[in-house]
């Protein structure tokens, strides 16, 4: 494997002498390893937050989706409508639904799902709407949720990218129905390396996503020696057995699955949420040096906050408007000069697992334009030292000056070839 001057995200979010202290705390303690203070601390910091009623942590950021998605209690025939530009996790659970999803197309300056869009596709079976803050720049909620309040639909917003964002004063996560957090080792936080969270305000969902995360059962439990033959469900000697058998369960409607945070995992998400702030103010300070680069060159356009939104920069991302020539001549002058870029995201429409419910090329043009000719991302992330942030700012500023003066001298060329000189 190449290794790069400037990696895109190797262990982004970094861990500290603070998060290894809560780590020796439990270990030294004779606390339970899971399901104990720690976990309980956690959310309710979290909770405090994002200003939801509820915080409930789970194993990871896909999980909390695939828990939302559940919450909706979908049927056949039921539309939900979702942005093709994220992590394919974003939407996967619909896979397994009974459900049409819709695509919805993007703002081709934020890569957020696009209001004007939006309302064309809502409609009377549109149960809900999913989408991404697109690498921590919040997408217009107050839009997008006054659409989906008029409809009966409920707002799923996934918040991978966007903790330590905000939107009018509002943190993501509350801004929706439903927020879903990742925690993986390259998110703006991590919880040693797996975890995520949902935030809520409703507590018929906190009871369930406690039962379900917990392998609880929902179903009809009844109490012992009223159980229906012809199978009962206990045995003679439980009649005397005290607590653990006076209720048998005897219709199971839905399982549930282990998703419970451990407390090692809850005690570094506790001490990195302290040190949020610090961590995304230098993701701010990396981005508004390479924005100052993109500002210099008329081709190319940064990824901005609007003046009433605060972005997390989970992503650096900018864009050029020279063509798909330029857009991969650029990601080259980059890669050769050892500074890593990874697009985000491959429009998910055009996967092959949606390709085979019916999607394809032209459901969202603006996606498909931004992936295929004009997005790119870079490394922005508190792992990188100074030296790396000067490198970086160095690379992409003689990258932009190679392309796009090349491209200036193509365009130059073409005319001369054409006579017209
Ligand atoms: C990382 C990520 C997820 C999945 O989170 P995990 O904790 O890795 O499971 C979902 N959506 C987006 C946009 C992500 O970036």
Redesign the pocket.
């Known amino acids: 494997m190449r290794t790069y001057k400037v990696s895109f995200a190797h262990r982004a979010s970094l861990l500290d002498a603070a998060d290894l202290a809560a780590v020796a705390e439990l270990i030294n303690s004779n606390d339970p390893l899971s399901g104990g203070r720690r976990r309980e601390a956690f959310e309710a910091a979290f909770s405090a937050y994002t200003g939801t009623r509820h915080a409930l942590s789970v194993t990871?950021?896909?999980?909390a989706?695939e828990i939302a998605i559940r919450l909706l209690g979908l049927e056949p025939g039921d539309e939900v409508i979702v942005t093709p530009q994220?992590?394919h996790?974003?939407i996967q659970a619909l896979l397994e639904q009974q459900v049409r999803v819709t695509f919805c197309d993007v703002d081709p300056s934020s890569l957020n799902l696009d209001p004007a869009a939006l309302a064309s596709l809502i409609g009377p079976r549109t149960r809900a709407v999913v989408l991404?803050h697109y690498g921590g720049l919040p997408a217009d909620m107050d839009r997008i949720t006054a659409l989906a309040r008029a409809h009966g639909a409920v707002v799923i917003e996934?918040c991978?990218?966007a903790l330590g964002a905000s939107y009018r004063g509002r943190m993501p996560g509350s801004l929706g129905d439903i927020g879903c957090f990742?925690?993986?080792a390259t998110?703006n936080i991590t919880t040693l390396g797996?975890?995520?969270m949902l935030t809520f305000h409703r507590d018929d969902w906190a009871d369930r996503v406690r039962q379900v995360r917990d392998n609880g059962v929902d179903g009809r439990f009844v109490p012992l020696g009223m159980v229906e033959e012809p199978v009962p469900a206990t045995l003679p000697w439980m009649k005397f057995h005290g607590g653990a058998y006076q209720r048998a369960c005897v219709d199971v409607i839905r399982t549930g699955t282990n998703a419970n945070m451990p407390e090692a995992a809850a005690g570094v998400g506790l001490s990195q949420l302290a040190k949020l702030g610090h961590l995304i103010d230098r993701r701010r300070q990396i981005a508004s040096r390479l924005d100052s680069v993109v500002d210099r060159f008329s081709a190319v356009r940064p990824h901005r906050a609007p003046p009433d939104a605060e972005h997390a920069h989970h992503l650096y991302t900018f864009f050029t408007d020279a063509g798909s020539d330029a857009r991969d001549h650029l990601v080259r002058e980059l890669d050769s000069r050892g500074v890593e870029v990874q697009l985000r995201y491959f429009p998910l429409h055009l996967r092959p697992e949606w390709r085979r419910h019916g999607h394809g090329p032209g459901e969202c043009p603006v996606a498909e334009d931004s992936w295929f000719s004009r997005h790119v991302n870079l490394p922005c992330h508190p792992g990188l030292s100074d030296d790396q942030v000067e490198f970086l700012v160095q690379a992409l500023a003689e990258s932009l000056t190679a392309v796009l003066t090349g491209v200036r001298r193509a365009a130059i060329d073409d005319t001369v070839r054409q006579g017209h000189g």
């Open positions: 990871s950021g896909t999980v989706l994220t992590y996790a974003t991404v996934d991978a990218h990742s925690f993986f998110k797996q975890g995520g």
